[in-house]
């Protein structure tokens, strides 16, 4: 199938799949109101095959150093796949399923698919890892981008709510530094520890709150651009290709699922 733009539909939401853009949702409309900050970099775009930075851009497999391309100089950022162009699998409704070869600069072979699922007050994003060859360290996650208002420069800022167990000291090259730290107040760029699952809600205050749930145990949150918040849940913190790797097998592919849950006040 083709990477055109897919719509999807259920109930009043609709959300817009944009596979030959990174295989991204470039818009999440509940109601006719837009969510997610729009523009070509934004929307929410899946991460993989690692998420956030990596040191230098190196990472270690064993005794073999790799070097990816320095697109957030010192660092590698967010992965390869947001830059590419998915394939489009499978589409119903309200359904949208994507599939992305890893290739160069990525050292190793295998496929990413990514599972877009909406519900009339929901939406599902569930990425999986798989390889039949060379096992290889990976991270998945999201990097949304919600609108700060719902109205435009006069709306009230949404609230973010959410109780971690941790915060990962970030050190001068926004890495994290191996030490955990009681969780600080806002604004932040930072990665959060939640054992029991990623957890945090979004109030849009009279209008809406959308509570951001994953099996994951990391989130980072990015509230300080004037026009959107992150709320990004991931496999491990940034850098974890070094620090904390999961490990993709021809027998254990790597999956992780979060969703997106939505109430009207």
Known sequence: MSNEPITLTAGDAEATVLPGNGGRIGGLRVGGTELLRQGERYGCFPMVPWCGRIRDGRFSDGAVVHQMPL?????AIHGTARDAAWRTARVTAN???????????WPYTGRVTQVIALAGDALTLTMSVETYESSFPAQVGWHPWFNRTLDGENGTAVEIAFDPAWQEERGDDHL?????????????????????????TLTWPGRLELRVTSREQWAVVYDEQEAAVCVEPQT????????LPRLVTPLEP????????WTRL
């Not at 191996?178 to 957890?199: A, E, I, S, T, Y």
């Not at 491990?236 to 620090?243: A, D, E, R, S, V």
């Not at 790597?254 to 849950?261: K, N, P, S």
């Open 71 to 75: 697109n957030s100089p010192p660092h």
């Open 95 to 105: 359904e949208a399923v994507l599939t992305y070869d890893l290739t160069d600069p």
């Open 176 to 200: 994290p530094t191996g030490n955990r730290v009681d969780p600080k107040p806002g604004p932040w760029d930072d990665c959060f520890g939640m054992p029991d699952g990623v957890d945090v």
């Open 236 to 243: 491990g913190p940034p850098n974890g290709l070094n620090t």
């Open 254 to 261: 790597l999956e992780a699922t979060t969703t997106w849950r």
